[in-house]
């Protein structure tokens, strides 16, 4: 009887709309298989026509998409797990791809600049506004033979906005559950005539504030918890002159302000927080020189991140600490590609990054005072060959890429310690510079079925550089104490894929991989035996991060986009990852274990249905249940959201838009024991002109 | 006409914002005003110690501290310093408040001269000048005769039985409400704690405890003991001793321990003080269940 109900509530769907949606894939969220991408190779080519996995959202899919953070558009993604446990509130989100645990193991890029910090790798996704972004292309499994540090789980390149209208803006006001409350604007416009030649700029603006929820089971609730609340505020810019098709010059720029609550509050005003400070400015130039197309690139991040905590403890005990760190990034890169014949694409670049952090601890119940430092540099050079082969529908694309990075600069001073801090005595550390190279192959044979399908096999490399803070800061961390590791090397991982991807029949659209990542010297704290007082109640045990284990991720993924008529299309998205520990040298037996914070399976649907007075996006994320800890003792618990956005336009330029995000109000808590925020509800009006 | 002139206003926006992120973070007047270093002072009252003395070994004496902040920040740390013979011992004591005024008892220890040394800092890190104490023993002072408990058992607190609280110096184990009646003697007492995963605890009324577990509201006087995990007292000593000389050569600041003996397991030696200066120590027999389980221990006390 239901089955039966389906096809009357379909056809009175579709059937009255037909004729008022010019293209059924303007509205599929995510697929156009012929849309232009360029991040797969750094050269542009087509969605099918690009080697391996990857997935597109187009602006159309984020502005249908429930999301109230960037980062909740990457969940409709399949393979691409993205943590945010506060919901908003979260200090951070953290962003993996293809069973790898570690924000840093993702590359994020933004206009092709990488935007994750030397220093430790994640990037703060609160600072990338949805408003700013044409699309994110996203590059499945490892790809450092193009990118370098970082690519390893894959490659997410949010692509700007270019100004379209001599003159236009946007203004928007919002608001929602846990007292939150908040604006954007955006300006923007080019004196560009026909396209051609010209300036073009944007100014956008935002300001978000919220009282925030406790997160702090019932069980364990005390006087000093209170909500996560959160102030931020920032704009960004973005100057261009257009010489000519293809030859343009840019300046980006960013400032952003963050402080969010940390959920305890005894004496201080603002209780223990995290407070961000963040500025970045880009530089891009691309011009042709005869038939090749010549690429720059420059960019400057500064972070400066304050952390104040405060707390009681069981014997009301008072305990505050100051703790900051500043964080400097910059790099460039150039890149030229040349046709070389009409069979060879033929793009090379160099690539160098340098990032330092500075850091200190200032403990303002006790004595103890930590200070630290280091800096990593990076020099990258690679070459990529797309060759068509004279076999008909064939194309080999193989790259590689010698990365050699320097670490420097490393030292650590104690001042002061009481039992605090496990130290005991004052010192004052000087590491020694270390080095070490990275080599990263990729060999891709595809093979154009037809125009609209393609099949590939792939091989490829990734590596991930050692955190600045493993390399130089020692100190007390929540399983026991940590012994900075100078010596730390990168961690590597190999790439064996086959996929398909391209239309099956009609609209419906599918992709799939079966792959095999086996790693090696990953990063791991290894227990040294010794033990040390933190000024707990027991002694807590001694780690040093080595690189002893190794790895194995096996996994499928499966993409697919249906448009059932014009007006509703259905986006879903499946991953399986077996993440395993195969080799551990460590004294204790993690061999076998699950990767730590690795959902095996993940499941994401999506359907969208736009008509003439609204448009309506329904959708729901399973995210398996997942070990929150390396030796698989702490299992966290699997849930099921479903989120909605309902919005309609009003007398042609006021949008209004409620979304609601875990519509059944579901709970979890995360590894740290705390409580997600739930249902999640916001509303906003935005006015386009 | 009006169109060109909107399209150059913009652009000098945009390049003034690119302005703004390249300039250095201006600085802002300060808003804790003029900074001047916290005061700290020794108690002068009648019954306070606050010159350098002589004192026999054992002999307590009261000291008060008198500390003020600055300016508006206020005080965070209480910085004790304690050199005995070339020993140093040094503890914190978080606060956050602009004035400060404590009274402590301190033992004389073994060492023939100690110096008592103590600063406060308010908490952007301005330090006080420190102030100091130095106490010397006194000629003859003799080790102090002790109590000894060969077998205590409390039981936890859902235990029928077996009584939770122990009652000094009898060393009798008694029920919560009997305990009530007799507050002052109620020192130390045993439960099974699964709320904060402590387990096996020993604790005194003033730790805190979860009114869960035991609920001090009403008691009038919640005495406080503190507690040192102590590693380097073998059984064997520790069944020997005749004196408090074991006691005294294990012994710690009572601000410098903890207010809970943790993870109880056979063989734990703890050192222990209480609030009143007296001093002793525990050794673990045996643990046995969670929230009605119980705990047996041997135990020495200063006799005083």
């Known amino acids: 009887m239901r089955g039966r109900g389906i096809i009357p509530v379909m056809i009175a769907v579709c059937l009255p709309m037909q004729g008022q949606v010019s293209d059924s894939s303007e509205y599929a969220m995510h697929l156009d298989i012929q849309q232009v991408v360029i991040s797969a190779t750094r050269t542009p080519n087509t969605y099918i026509g690009s080697p391996g996995q990857m997935e597109v959202i187009r602006r159309t899919g984020l502005e249908t998409i429930p999301l109230v953070n960037l980062d909740d558009a990457l969940i409709t993604l399949s393979n691409v797990n993205v943590n945010r446990s506060w919901g908003i509130f979260s200090k951070n989100a953290s962003v993996t791809m293809r069973g790898l645990p570690g924000s840093a193991r993702t590359l994020i890029l933004i206009d092709g600049v990488p935007r994750n910090k030397i220093a430790g790798g994640s990037i703060n996704w609160h600072n990338i506004h949805p408003d700013i972004i044409d699309r994110i292309e996203v590059i499945k499994g490892p790809s450092s033979a193009l990118y370098g540090n970082n690519a390893m789980g894959g490659v997410i390149n949010i692509i700007t906005r270019k100004p379209e209208e001599s003159f236009a803006g946007s203004a928007e006001v919002f608001g929602g559950s846990y007292g939150t409350l908040g604006g954007n604007a955006m300006l923007s416009g080019h004196t560009m005539k026909d396209g051609d030649r010209g300036f073009y700029w944007s100014l956008n603006g935002n300001y978000r504030q919220g009282e925030g929820y406790i997160f702090e089971p019932l069980e364990y609730l005390d006087d000093t918890d209170v909500g996560t609340y959160l102030r931020e505020y920032g704009g960004g810019t973005k100057i261009g002159y257009q010489f000519g098709k293809g030859h343009n010059l840019e300046m980006a720029a960013g400032y952003y302000d963050e402080l969010r609550g940390g959920g305890t509050k005894v004496f201080e005003e603002d209780g223990t927080y995290d407070a961000f400070l963040t500025r970045d400015i880009r530089l891009n130039y691309s011009a042709p020189a005869g038939q090749n197309l010549i690429l720059a690139r420059f960019n400057y991040m500064n972070e400066d991140y304050q952390n104040q905590k405060e707390s009681l403890n069981s014997s009301q005990e008072y305990s505050l600490s100051h703790a900051g760190t500043v964080k400097n990034d910059i790099g460039i890169l150039f890149s030229i590609t040349s046709p070389l014949s009409k069979k060879h694409l033929l793009t090379s670049g160099m690539e160098a990054r340098a990032g330092n952090v500075t850091g200190q601890e200032l403990y303002r119940t006790a004595t103890d005072e930590i200070y630290y430092s280091g800096s990593l540099g990076f020099v990258g050079l690679y070459i990529q060959d797309e060759y068509t082969l004279p076999v008909e529908g064939f194309k080999l694309i193989a790259g590689i890429r010698a990365d050699l990075a320097s670490f420097r600069n490393g030292q650590q001073e104690v001042v002061n310690p009481s039992g605090k801090t496990g130290f005991p005595e004052s010192f004052q550390e000087t590491f020694t510079s270390s080095s070490w190279s990275a080599i990263s192959p990729k060999l891709s044979l595809q093979y154009s079925i037809s125009p609209q399908k393609t099949a590939y096999i792939l091989t490829g490399a990734g590596f991930n550089p050692p955190n600045i803070d493993d390399l130089v800061k020692s100190g007390k961390i929540r399983k026991g104490f940590r012994l900075a590791n100078p010596a730390l090397q990168p961690e590597k991982i190999l790439n064996f894929e086959a996929g398909f991807k391209g239309r099956i029949f009609g609209d419906l659209f599918m992709s799939a991989a079966l792959y095999h990542s086996p790693g090696r010297d990953f990063h791991y704290l290894v227990a040294t035996g010794d033990t040390v007082d933190t000024g707990g109640s027991t002694l807590r045990p001694v780690y040093r991060r080595e690189n002893i284990t190794r790895v194995s991720v096996t996994g499928l993924e499966l993409s697919i986009v249906y448009s059932l008529c014009r007006q509703l299309s259905m986006q879903s998205g499946y991953s399986y990852n077996h993440s395993v520990i195969t080799g551990y040298a460590g004294s204790e037996s993690l061999e076998g274990n699950y990767l730590a914070e690795v959902p095996p399976h993940l499941l994401y649907a999506g359907v969208t249905w736009q008509n003439r007075l609204f448009t309506l996006m329904v959708d729901c994320n399973y995210t398996d249940s997942q070990y929150a800890d390396d030796e698989n003792k702490v299992l966290l618990e699997d849930h099921f959201l479903v989120n909605m956005k309902l919005q309609t336009t009003l007398l042609d330029h006021l949008n209004l838009y409620l979304t609601c995000q875990n519509i059944f109000d579901v709970e979890f808590i995360d590894r740290k024991n705390q409580l997600s925020p739930g249902r999640y509800i916001m509303t906003g009006l935005r006015y386009n002109f | ?304």
Not at chain 2, 107 to 115: A, I
Not at chain 2, 189 to 198: A, I, K
Request: charged share 20%; with cysteine.
């Open chain 2, 1 to 304: 006409m009006k169109l060109r002139i909107i399209h150059k206003t913009p652009l000098i926006i945009p390049s003034l914002f690119i302005l703004l992120v390249l300039s250095p973070v201006s600085c802002s007047e300060d808003e804790n005003g003029p900074y001047s270093r916290p005061l700290i002072s020794f108690t002068t009252s009648e019954g306070y110690l606050h010159a350098d003395t002589s004192l026999a070994m054992n002999d307590t004496a009261l000291i008060g501290i008198e500390a003020s902040a600055g300016s508006n920040l206020d005080l965070t740390l209480l910085h004790t310093y304690v050199e005995r013979d070339g020993e140093f011992t040094k503890f914190d004591s978080g606060m956050h408040t602009p004035a400060l005024k404590i009274s402590r008892l301190i033992t004389k220890s073994l060492s023939e001269t100690e110096t008592w040394s103590f600063y406060v800092k308010d908490m952007e890190g301005n330090q006080s000048d420190t102030i100091s104490l130095i106490l010397t023993r006194k000629a003859g002072s003799q080790f102090g005769p002790i109590l000894r408990f060969d077998s205590l058992r409390l039981g936890a607190q859902n235990h029928v039985t077996a009584g939770n609280l122990l009652s000094l110096p009898s060393g009798q184990a008694v029920s919560f409400p009997e305990g009530s009646r007799v507050q002052e003697e109620i020192w130390l007492l045993y439960y099974y704690d699964n709320l904060e995963s402590d387990k096996h605890t020993i604790a005194s009324p003033g730790a805190n405890i979860d009114a869960s577990i035991y609920d001090f509201n009403g008691w009038t006087q919640k005495n406080t003991s503190r507690f040192i995990a102590n590693s380097s007292a073998g059984s064997d000593a520790f069944r020997q001793a005749s004196n408090d000389s074991l006691i005294l050569l294990n012994s710690f600041d009572f601000e410098s321990g903890k207010r809970k003996a943790k993870e109880l397991n056979a063989g734990d030696i703890y050192s222990f003080e209480m609030e009143n200066g007296t001093k002793g120590m525990f050794m673990i027999s045996e643990v046995n269940g969670t929230v009605d389980g119980w705990v047996e221990f041997e135990m020495i006390l200063q006799k005083k």
